[in-house]
């Protein structure tokens, strides 16, 4: 039986930065997704605040809300079956010392901050963040 989901995916300053957003792309559409919607945005401080509210606790959470909102970046809602399981396999551990061959952030990551793409870790997370970034 199929799965249709939709997932949010952020390709981050740093692969932005170093010009992989088409290499990026390319992975997700060689792996069977459709890229729905795209935009290309910078976020303010308090914009990435609001979106990475659920770490607001962790003792990392200021530096990351200062890296997503330094530079431009691509958001994306990604279509496939089994969009969002498949698109956190695809992009690896948070950590790109920890993730497997062939991963987008052992690929591209630099390290545990700037580990190049975000992607929803849940339904109801996707939902949310579609929304955050596309709900007019
Ligand atoms: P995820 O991006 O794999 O879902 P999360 O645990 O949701 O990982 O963390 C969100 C982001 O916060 C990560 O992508 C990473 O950039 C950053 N992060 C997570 N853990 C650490 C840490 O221990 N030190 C610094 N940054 C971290
Ligand atoms: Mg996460």
């Given at each position: 039986m199929s799965n249709l989901e939709k997932t949010l995916s952020i390709i981050k300053p740093d692969a932005v930065e170093r010009k992989l957003e088409n290499e990026i792309k390319n992975c997700f559409i060689n792996s069977?997704?459709?890229?729905e919607k795209e935009k290309k945005i910078q976020l303010s401080k308090e914009e990435a605040e609001d979106f990475y509210?659920?770490?607001?606790?962790?003792?990392?959470y200021n530096d990351l809300c200062e890296y997503l909102s330094s530079g431009p970046i691509i958001v994306m809602i990604l279509k496939k079956d089994n969009a969002i399981t498949d698109n956190r396999k695809l992009m690896g551990a948070t950590d790109p010392k920890k993730s497997e061959e062939g991963t987008i952030r052992k690929k591209y990551g630099i390290s545990i901050d700037k580990n190049s793409v975000h992607g929803s870790d849940s339904l109801e997370n996707a939902k949310i963040e579609i929304d955050f970034f596309f709900k007019n």
């Open positions: 069977g997704f459709v890229i509210k659920v770490h607001q606790t962790k003792p990392f």
